[in-house]
């Protein structure tokens, strides 16, 4: 099993330029994530979905959108790239229910630079 | 409001010396409280959490509810636990993870 897979590993961008970074996962879980993680700040959420067709905001969602497309895959956007967003992005993913206390699932981070 | 605060980035102990990560925690309810860890070069992992009540790798974190507090012990650190730490809280019936700013622990030889 590969488990939570980001993709790109690396990116760089111009400011007001736009990406997407893509993740699945392969374990049949409900609930995925975004966080950036930062200096000093650790880990922030973004953005969450709880199940297939919802998303809801995490504590820092300016400047970012997200998609769940299927159970499988969580994306997140910059529609228009600022050095503020220069950071390392994980997704997670986590099967949670009532009756299940529910570990996170990391990938290996996509480290983006705003230039 | 959810808050977990890990007042320690840094934190450098000998090789057999007793180590101890902070973390303190709000919560207007009844909380989930994990430590997570992440190895050079490794993904961030669970490490343990205070429903189970077990010992990994040597780690025990205790939650303290009259405290908030849930930190994280071992009797003799290794050089293999130099690695960040990150405590996180998440409710019951809840899908959100708040994490701390995280605890860099430096094992020396």
């Known amino acids: 099993n590969a488990g939570v897979t980001q993709t790109p590993k690396f990116q760089v961008l111009k400011t007001g330029q736009s990406m997407t970074l893509q993740c699945a996962q392969d374990?049949?879980?409900?609930?995925m994530y975004w966080y950036r993680q930062d200096p000093g700040m650790g880990l922030r959420l973004i953005y969450y979905s709880a199940s297939e067709g919802t998303t809801d905001k995490g504590e820092v969602p300016n400047g970012y959108n997200v998609s769940r497309l299927n159970k499988r895959e969580f994306s997140l956007r910059l529609e228009s790239a600022a050095p503020s967003q220069t950071s390392v992005y994980f997704c997670a993913s986590s099967d949670r229910t009532l009756a299940n206390t529910g570990e996170l699932f990391f990938g290996e981070g996509s480290r983006l630079t705003v230039l | 409001a959810q808050r977990v605060t890990q007042p320690e980035k840094l934190l450098s102990v000998f090789k057999g010396a007793p180590v101890e990560l902070k973390c303190n925690y709000s919560?207007?309810?009844?909380?989930?409280l994990f430590w997570y860890v992440q190895y050079s070069r490794q993904r961030l992992q669970l490490l343990l959490r205070h429903i189970s009540r077990e010992s990994i790798k040597g780690f025990t974190a205790d939650l303290n509810k009259g405290e908030t507090s849930f930190h994280l012990k071992k009797p003799f650190a290794q050089e293999e636990d130099s690695a960040m730490y990150y405590c996180a809280l998440s409710s019951y019936t809840g899908n959100q993870f708040y994490f701390g700013t995280g605890t860099s622990l430096t094992v020396i030889p």
């Open positions: 374990m049949n879980h409900n609930s």
């Open positions: 919560y207007s309810g009844s909380p989930e």
